[in-house]
């Protein structure tokens, strides 16, 4: 489902991204781990289509996003880490324009799904509100229902339990694997092990932009010569590597 091939992104001298391949099948729960600078959100953002590699391609569900760009956009969902609101739309008004980005015709049909996403998300309430009155933790929500609004097969999601209390997080937990048992595959970057420990049944680690491990957890932590957490496999690997 998402294939990155020799992925690299430049900025003068430095290297971002550092030549990452990466197969994932459709229906992974895939963690993507680094340290802060290491490349996760730059990575992300070229799968999004929102930056444009300096080499390398990046396929989703069989469509190059470099020659087929509108094709494999329409395949993703994206959560950024900084999601960027139209303040003065209210919560409807919101996920109408995200439909039509993606073509969706304003009918009867679209109507119920956006107002099953609030109900969802818990955000029917405020579905006429405008999003200017929304707490940090009730936009975050509401992005997602923007990622979700197109039925996505790819989820491509960056930190996504930042600003949410316990009740949200747990809530979008079940969301993003409810979503991969009906079909979606997720591809999530977080500073939260425990997260990704929970939700991801597969975890690339990223350090300088480029691969440093890859597996389950139990197979990073035969990699880590570590019987423990997934923090101390982390911590392991990335400690060696700087070593």
Not at 175 to 201: R, W, Y
């Amino acid at each position: 489902m998402i294939k990155l091939i020799d992925l690299s992104k430049r900025y003068k001298s430095l290297r971002a991204v550092d030549g990452i391949n990466l197969e994932i099948p459709s229906g992974a729960r895939f963690g993507f781990l680094g340290p802060n600078g290491a490349g996760k959100t730059t990575t992300i953002k070229m799968m999004a289509g929102v930056l444009m590699p300096s080499d390398g391609r990046i396929i989703i569900n069989g469509r190059d996003m470099a020659k087929e760009p509108v094709a494999a956009k329409q395949c993703v969902g994206f959560i950024p880490d900084r999601p960027f609101l139209y303040e003065k739309l209210t919560g409807f008004e919101f996920l109408q324009f995200v439909a039509g980005l993606y073509g969706l015709s304003s009918n009867g049909k679209l109507k119920h799904r956006i107002e099953g996403l609030l109900d969802l998300f818990g955000l029917a309430r405020w579905g006429e509100e405008l999003i200017e009155g929304y707490s940090h933790g009730m936009k975050q929500r509401l992005v997602m229902c923007g990622a979700l609004v197109h039925r996505p097969k790819v989820l491509i999601v960056d930190e996504p339990m930042v600003g949410l209390d316990p009740r949200g997080a747990r809530l979008v937990k079940d969301i993003f694997k409810d979503q991969v048992e009906k079909g979606a595959t997720l591809f999530m970057s977080t500073h939260s092990l425990d997260v990704a420990q929970e939700i991801c049944d597969e975890i690339a680690i990223i350090e300088d932009g480029r691969l440093i491990a890859r597996g389950t957890a139990e197979a990073l932590r035969r990699q880590a010569g570590v019987d423990g957490t997934l923090e101390e496999v982390f911590l392991r690997l990335t400690r060696e590597k700087d070593e």
